[in-house]
């Protein structure tokens, strides 16, 4: 089939296109620059077309996202639709089913997700979970901070060694790229410890967490993975742990970005998360504040990093991370019922329900740091809007949060009225900031960035022979002035005009008129099998000493996987 989007007011950053009257057309599954007569018209005058959304950070598929479900059915109660014609029926609000997951980032324009913390011994229910996931392509990245191979060669600093492990690794598991979590902090948990710092070491391994990153780093660019290594530094949600996140992304300043075609589109060597839980100063609580100008400032003067924010909206959720020791430290401070699980030789997780308050001091700070470092980090480029769903909010707020981005006037309401609590005023310096971000600022957070810092080649913009993923939305720009209008601004980005994904139509209106299976993408590095052949057979004594699974039980088979997105990575 061919299609022609007609008149629309287009925002595709990654092109230069900022807000041109064009058509966008497309043949099968491919943006192409002509189609014949034959082609179908779609009539949307001056409205919004951009690329379809891409999140570079959430949790949707996998085992934590299992234990939150059962043991939070009071969520899972909440959103509960009836099936119709197209959909099955929905469930959940911070921890929706895995087909509701996909409705929903339908809805809002969304077509990729980067599933962010996947543990190696479970990357079979992961992806089993991600293929129940309708209407978006999936890459989900593997956890190597915590891993005992890791953290021997990484003390060792046996680079070539460590480079052949994660290459197997990614194949083993299916995953896309290297994902570090509170390095040391989580293997240290599994003895009632945590790191405290960045050059703490883990119990009983003898090497610090910054001899872990700066090797996982030294082996993402070796190997040239389209994506930088992606972490969540040691220290999160602690007063005080600017220095911390600063001393991190400093830590690889001097690692060279890989020459190697396969890195090429990204200019990163560290993606660092929800950097909104990583902004605070003081000492506690007491006397805590923000940390956003010290991270924001580190940030602009060094174009080797970005960062997703990882933004607080003010809802009840559920936060479910693999730094199982910050969760024990939540519980201790809420008194919420609390899960924890330890996953043997790799890492751990914890899960507890969290109620964001705007009249909680605490809560407000931690929203008011995530508006001040989208507003102080200057290239929109560096940046991804993320609430690190579901830990700062579901991702369906993501709408809510583009509309305070886009209007000052309703964060000065918010202040001023009270609707927050006074430390947004007090401790922040969010309410002496008026900058708005425009259309174009919003295509490239939500859409141009993620996809450069992924490392796709094939979305994140509307460019001929890319994936036909597109988002029109139901705003008129040139007639719109969405700093006034905030709500509008919301209620439009929820509900999508028009979703389409690989060609197809799978939203009109805001509802959901079809869907179709989602794709995996995963890295496939070549190039090294002698190197990872050695490597497996180094190990398999440790592995069948320490591990309860069996070594052919590891293995994620085709078959997990029915509908892949091979990256092949060339190193030699």
Request: proline fraction near 6%; include cysteine; charge should be neutral.
């Amino acid at each position: 089939m061919e299609y022609i989007l007609k008149n629309g007011i287009v925002y595709d950053p990654a092109n230069g296109v900022n807000g041109e009257k064009k058509d966008i057309m497309f043949k099968d599954d491919k943006i192409v620059d002509s189609v014949s007569d034959n082609a179908k018209v779609i009539d949307v005058t001056d409205k919004i077309v951009m690329p379809a959304g891409v999140d570079i950070h959430a949790h949707i598929a996998g085992p934590k996202l299992v234990v939150g479900r059962l043991y939070r059915p009071e969520d899972s109660r909440r959103g509960v639709t009836q099936k119709t014609a197209h959909e099955k029926g929905e469930s959940g609000f911070s921890i929706p089913s895995c087909p509701t997951t996909g409705y929903r980032y339908s809805r809002m324009g969304y077509g990729t997700v980067c599933e962010a913390a996947m543990p190696p011994l479970e990357a079979k229910h992961t992806h089993e979970e991600i293929n129940t996931i309708p209407n978006i392509d999936v890459a989900p990245l593997p956890l190597f901070g915590n891993n005992w191979v890791v953290m021997e060669y990484a003390k060792e600093n046996k680079i070539d060694e460590l480079a052949a492990y994660v290459s197997a690794w990614l194949k083993l598991s299916k995953g896309y790229g290297i994902k570090i979590v509170n390095p040391c902090g989580t293997e240290a948990w599994g003895w009632g410890m945590n790191v405290h710092g960045y050059d703490d070491s883990a119990p009983y391994f003898d090497v610090t967490s910054r001899q872990v990153v700066r090797a996982l780093t030294k082996v993402n660019e070796k190997l040239g993975l389209p994506h930088s290594i992606h972490i969540h530094p040691n220290d999160l949600g602690h007063p005080g742990n600017t220095g911390t996140t600063i001393e991190t992304l400093g830590s690889v300043k001097d690692i060279a970005k890989s020459t190697l075609p396969s890195a090429s589109l990204r200019d990163q060597v560290m993606h660092c998360t929800h950097l909104q839980f990583h902004s605070y100063t003081g000492t506690s609580w007491k006397n805590a504040g923000s940390g956003a100008p010290d991270v924001a400032k580190f940030i602009n003067h060094n174009k080797y990093l970005t960062g997703d924010v990882g933004q607080v909206t003010f809802d009840e959720t559920t936060t479910m991370t693999a730094d199982g020791p910050m969760e024990y430290d939540l519980y201790k401070l809420s008194g919420l019922k609390w899960a924890n699980k330890d996953v043997e030789c790799e890492t751990g997780s914890g899960i507890i329900p969290c109620i964001y308050s705007p009249k909680n001091p605490v809560n407000t700070l931690q929203w008011a740091v995530g508006l001040e470092l989208f507003l102080l980090i200057n290239d929109p480029w560096q940046l991804c809007l993320t609430t690190d769903s579901p830990n700062g909010g579901p991702f369906i707020r993501y709408p809510r949060v583009i509309s305070w981005l886009m209007s000052n006037k309703r964060r000065m309401e918010m202040i001023e009225n009270r609707e927050v609590h006074k430390w947004a005023e007090k401790r922040t310096t969010l309410a002496t900031l008026d900058r708005e971000y425009d259309f174009n600022d919003i295509a490239i957070i939500t859409r141009a960035a993620p996809a450069k810092i992924d490392g796709y080649t094939d979305r994140g913009a509307l460019t001929p022979g890319f994936k036909a993923d597109i988002a029109v939305y139901d705003i008129k720009p040139n007639e719109f002035d969405p700093s006034r209008n905030p709500k509008e601004v919301e209620k439009a980005f929820s509900r999508a005009l028009y979703t389409i994904k690989d060609g197809q139509i799978l939203v009109k209106n805001g509802e959901i008129v079809q869907t179709k299976p989602s794709h995996t993408i995963w890295t496939n590095v070549t190039g090294l099998k002698d190197q990872e052949a050695k490597v497996i057979e180094d190990i398999m004594p440790f592995f069948k000493q320490y591990y309860s699974v069996k070594w052919s039980n590891y293995k994620v088979h085709d078959h997990y996987v029915p509908n892949p997105i091979k990256i092949d990575v060339p190193v030699k």
